[in-house]
């Protein structure tokens, strides 16, 4: 083995070879120098480290910072922070370290909020480690998967006998701001059968964090999930870290033969942080200000969550979606709507008027639900979709008393069964329907 020395060779494939065939000696690496900082990226000259991969910068009488390779051109890496980057200056020294990226999880993180880094943010204390995972996730070829066969119990009866899930669906939770997205994770995470709930709070409100803990999840809620933060004030790196890890720490579970609730507030806010880094390292916009990473990235984590090889355990994953004003062209709810087995639409029309949780059922749909109940039961859910579409398309000609009784015998079944189906889709906060006592509720609301 001979180092290349040819004039030809670029500094990247000299640093390659080194890189590669002697990495281990710490006098050998090679260190590099910030040479530039725009926003948030930074410029770096004279190393060598792939793609995804960490850099140390070193600022005197600072704490390191730890970035990672983003992009290249040529013999310059860009980085982005995963941390605070005060006090870097130009010219500092920055040292790649080996390794991918691995988290310690464990049973300990139950009860638990950690940020982006899997650090706790609540002040109880360390967590003990049981292994360490990779952020990026490992694949899973996708014929090895175990079917989605099984329903997944969420506590909520609208869901559970009109939307049923299955254990390792994957679901976009769509709707605009303020329409009980959070009410409605934090309802699941109490309610559910699922054995554990990782919650992915990813570029909301900081205050909301505390405000879901508290109220939404509350101390029950809390017993049995792991909340991974990441505000909206953290890097974008380490927002999509967050959803990352949050996705990371349910294939452990998963790993572990158990059935995992995974909830990720919001994937816009995961494509917007991409988004970020993208613009800032200079590929160019494409649709709507998004540029086309942002559309590999998307399945990319989305495709992380679902069932496991055999003898695992379930992911079954719901990512809200922002969708202001029921904007069907929204490049993020569309090419969500792609990736995912299905969508819950939350309307503002249906939460102004009162009605909790505001599903708009008759723009939801779960893709997998005729497999996973009985054919009796997916007929009643037919029909209940049936009715209350009927009694919406006539509701003008109801509500100013044009329609008579007797024109139409379905329409005349659609306004007699409506204030039990108005009833059936209502649930309070505190209520919870398991699935048998959904399935009761809807067939007495149709009886
Ligand atoms: N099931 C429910 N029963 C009664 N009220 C509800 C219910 N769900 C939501 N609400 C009301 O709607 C308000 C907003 O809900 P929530 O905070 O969950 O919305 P959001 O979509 O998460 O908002 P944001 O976009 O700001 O995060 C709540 O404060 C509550 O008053
Ligand atoms: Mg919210």
Do not use: W
């Not at 209350?388 to 079944?413: H, K, M, T, W």
């Amino acid at each position: 083995m001979s180092l290349p020395t040819s004039l030809n060779q670029s500094l990247v494939e000299r640093l390659e070879f080194v890189h590669q065939h002697l990495p281990t000696p710490p006098g050998l690496v090679v260190e590099g120098r910030l040479v530039r900082m725009v926003g948030m990226t930074l410029e770096v000259v004279g190393t060598y480290a792939p793609i995804g991969g960490r850099c140390k910068v070193l600022h005197p009488g600072g704490e390191a910072v730890i970035a990672e390779v983003v992009g290249f051109n040529n013999d310059r890496l860009f980085l982005m922070p995963v941390g605070e980057t005060h006090g870097l200056a130009p010219n500092a020294r920055v040292i790649p370290l080996s390794g991918g990226v691995k988290i310690d999880v464990g049973f300990s993180m139950l009860g638990r909020v950690i940020d982006g880094r899997g650090q706790p943010l609540d002040g109880k204390g360390g967590l003990v480690a049981d292994g360490a995972v990779s952020l990026a996730g490992t694949r899973i070829n996708p014929l090895h998967r175990q079917p989605i066969t099984k329903p997944l119990d969420v506590g909520v009866k609208a869901i559970n006998a009109l939307l049923t899930l299955g254990q390792g669906q994957r679901l976009g939770l769509m709707a605009g701001t303020g329409v009980g997205k959070s009410v409605l994770l934090g309802m699941m995470t109490r309610y559910t059968s699922a054995d554990i709930v990782v919650v992915g709070l990813i570029g909301e409100r900081g205050r909301e964090v505390n405000d879901f803990v508290r109220h939404n999840l509350g101390v029950e809620g809390l017993k049995r999930a792991v909340v991974v933060a990441t505000p909206a004030d953290d890097p974008p790196l380490m927002r999509m870290h967050g959803a990352m890890l949050a996705t990371a720490i349910a294939e452990y579970f998963r790993d572990q033969g158990l059935n995992v609730l995974l909830l990720m507030d919001s994937l816009t806010r995961f494509a917007q942080a991409q988004r970020e880094i993208a613009l800032a390292i200079g590929e160019p916009p494409a649709s709507k200000g998004y540029p086309p990473s942002v559309f590999a990235k998307l399945p990319q984590l989305v495709e992380r969550a679902g069932n496991g090889r055999e003898g695992s355990g379930s992911i079954t994953a719901i990512y809200t979606v922002l969708a202001e004003g029921d904007d069907q062209s929204d490049p993020v709810v569309d090419s969500a709507r792609g990736v995912l087995d299905g969508h819950i639409v939350l309307s503002r029309a249906i939460a102004d008027s009162g009605r909790y949780p505001a599903i708009d059922i008759e723009s939801s749909i779960s893709r997998v639900m005729i497999e996973l109940i009985s054919k009796e039961q997916y007929a009643k859910a037919q029909l209940f979709k049936k009715l209350y579409s009927l009694y919406q398309q006539n509701q003008d000609l109801i509500s100013v008393g044009a329609y008579r009784r007797g024109a139409n015998p379905e329409v005349d079944a659609a306004i007699a069964k409506h204030p039990q189906l108005m009833a059936f889709l209502s649930q309070s906060i505190d209520e919870r329907f398991d699935f048998t006592q959904s399935l009761m509720a809807l067939n007495k609301a149709l009886a």
